[in-house]
């Protein structure tokens, strides 16, 4: 049957314009409808892509692509009520092109990537939203936006962590509370110098700091601030589910409490806020990956829930851009066979199992049951912080002897548990 | 840091493009149900609140179209959609 | 016949933010002014009853060949540019010359249609320049236009009445946005506008010096006013100050 497309992609985000970009490329007819106003109107990200894993796919890319700073230093902060322990990392490897990774907004970079596939050939339409799928005898042949059909041999549904659309081709079920988190973020605005000197940058350094403990009031997730050329991305991820239970806080006041610790609040004195965001994250990790693949179509992104929560830093982008990758791969590979069915589909999840991407999942299938586990938001970022305040403190009187000090808080018993508990962080 | 601002003083600092329909919407019956409580707690734009009668509201203006209501509360006390194509928020930075 | 709207390419003013007092264009998307697009409307209505071809004229920034691309999705079938990177921010006069010569350019031209007034600045004078540049009379205003053999009979909505006009062809008409509701393009609508003709000129080719007259905005900031300072004690006291003052009970 004749189509309009060879492949119609939904959704420009990350996922969605690397799928179009590289589908073009091989000179396929594809669109790519977006609902919003353009690329990046709906995405919401922390903040940092690591581009070593997807550098080689889209090799004419990134020497002009709009990225913000280049990771030269790393900080975790495990917070307790009025206190804080920080670890600061710097590497030589940080600082020595190619870098590792850098700070990006969405607003900006899908904008411009969606240029670049406009130029190899994507037809993008923006302002649409996909209301539906177009299926005969189970097979996906189009899909439905403001009250047109629109036909292609396999739709690539790149819609986001929500995906309405695998829902409707039933590769998947409604999210569920226990594999999502929500993340919610402020860009605030200071001069360029300012953040230099701030955060100790030179040039286009940039800075990761993530906190975890009493940001989230210990529930799973944690706090980050990423370093843009003249803002700062400041926000928390917290698991949903963690969300709905005691102790009830309302989201937006985590962020205000982070807002008025010390430790940032000198980070961002004289700021301005400039947007406020928010969206969910899939973090259900390999267990909870959808179906990929359907006849007729393919989940890339998060839409099949290829994005992950190892309690502080959250990883979805290089997953979107390789999965978009290899669904390209995938669609082209059909069109070659001229065979559009799910057997055919199906060497998308092959090229994925062969891949960091899949590699990565089963590392760390275990990762978000281990670190559901309470103690690592709240218990230890208390006790090393009374460690520390003990080990600081010269009290009027006399300082205990070091030992004592920190044998107190670790007694047997509490040493067991640390055991068992960082047993189950092996595992990842 | 500059005094912390409210809430809607925040969202007001993003992009909304008016839709003519509310793309989320409490199903007819279900304004009491404990499932919609939690988004009064969830929300990051907090749009949703309790009202006397024990019963959720849901004010649309100012949604980021997060997704997380639809996960916390489920599609059984929610009718949930994206807004219209280039309605909603618009984020300049994202 | 052919039939011209002229339409201007404007920053989408939603997205233009304030940072230290100034407003901040930079990655502000284009788009088309709103009342132009109910002028193009009017322009699709027309050219359906008089079997006419709608030509969309507009000058602008190199932007401007994409950002046309909205009108020729919503029904123009061809589109006229004048494009130069000098053209951002130019005055009124410098606008009209410029649109008036890329018609002059079109054949056979009918009607032409502008919004009342452009989206940003809304100074409302492009069209009378027009006229006068072309010759052409004016009728502004419209919120009704209606075809009467080879004249149109346009309802111009006035501030506190309407007037009915006849005039005859051609002519230069300007809407008002309650004429219509402006359609928003469907998916294969805007894939057809990318294969549209499109001719692109510069305003050297029309034999149009740009003036160096370029708008400065001296002071974007609300006038001051001060507060009255009438303390009231009542409703009563309210009411009675506010009609004092003019404002209520007129
Ligand atoms: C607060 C936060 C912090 C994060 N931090 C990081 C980080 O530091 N590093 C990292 O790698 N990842 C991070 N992530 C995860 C990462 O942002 C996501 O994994 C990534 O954005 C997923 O890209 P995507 O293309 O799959 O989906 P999205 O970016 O969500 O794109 C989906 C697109 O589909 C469009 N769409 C949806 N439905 C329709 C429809 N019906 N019709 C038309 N268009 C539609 C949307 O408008 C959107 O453009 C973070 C996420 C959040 C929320
Ligand atoms: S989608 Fe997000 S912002 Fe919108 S109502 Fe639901 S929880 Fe609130």
Redesign the interface.
Known sequence: MEKDFDAIVVGGGLAGLAAAYTIADAGLEV?L?E????S??????GGRLYLNPVREMFPDLWEKAPLERFIAHEELSIMDKERSITVRYDGAELVQAPYQSYSI????F??WFAKQAEKKGV?I?????VDDLIIENGKVEGVR????D?TAHVVVACDG??S?LAEKAGLRK????QD?A?G?K??I?LDRTTIEDRFNLEGDEGAARLFMGEVTRGKFGGGFLYTNKE?V?LGIVVG?KD??EEP?????DLL?AF??RPE???L?????????????IPEGGYNSLSKLYGSGILLAGDAAGFSMNIGVTVRGMEYALASGYYAAQAVIKAKEADNFESETLAVYEKLLNESFVMTDFKNFKDAPRVMENPRFFQHYPQLAGNVMKDLYEVPAGSKARIYPTVKKYLTFGEMWAMFKDFRGVKKI | ??E??G?KA??G??VF?HDKEAHIKIKPGMEKDPRLK?A???????LYSENDQGEVELTIDGC?????C???C??EVLEW??????C??????? | MNIVVAMKQIP?LQQV?I?NRQPVFE?V?YTLGNIDKNALEAGVALKEALDAKLIVVSAGNEELEDTIKEALAAGADEAYLVIDDSLDNIASDTSATLIAAAIKKIDDVGIILFGEGSGDNYSGQVASRVAEILELPEVGYAKEIELNGQSLRVTRSLEESEELVEVELPTVITVVSEINEAR?P???Q??KA?KKPKEVVSPHELEIAIGSVQVTTLSNLAPETDRKQIVVKSVDELVKALTTEGLIGR
Not at chain 1, 105 to 108: D, I, M, S
Not at chain 2, 40 to 46: K, R
Not at chain 2, 64 to 68: A, D, S
Not at chain 2, 88 to 94: H, L, W
């Open positions: 669109l409808l609902r919003g106003d353009y990046g109107a709906k995405n919401v990200t907004l969405r607003g900006k899908d904008r037809a339409v923006n302002k649409n939203r936006a403001g009250g047109e629109l962590v929500l309405l409604p999210g569920v509370p999502h929500v919610f402020e860009i605005e803002s991305s949903i969300l709905m009830m806080v309302q989201a937006p205000d807002k008025l940032i609040a000198r961002i004195k004289g700021g301005e806020t400039s947007e406020y965001s928010a969206h969910v | 840091m500059s912390l601002m809430l925040k969202l600092l993003d493009k939690r009064v707690w969830v929300c990051p734009a907090g980021l179209e997060c997704g997380t639809r996960i916390a489920g599609i959609n994206y807004p219209n194509g280039g909603g928020v618009q984020f300049r930075f994202g | 989408d933010r940072r990655d998307p928003i469907a998916v294969t805007i894939l990318g």
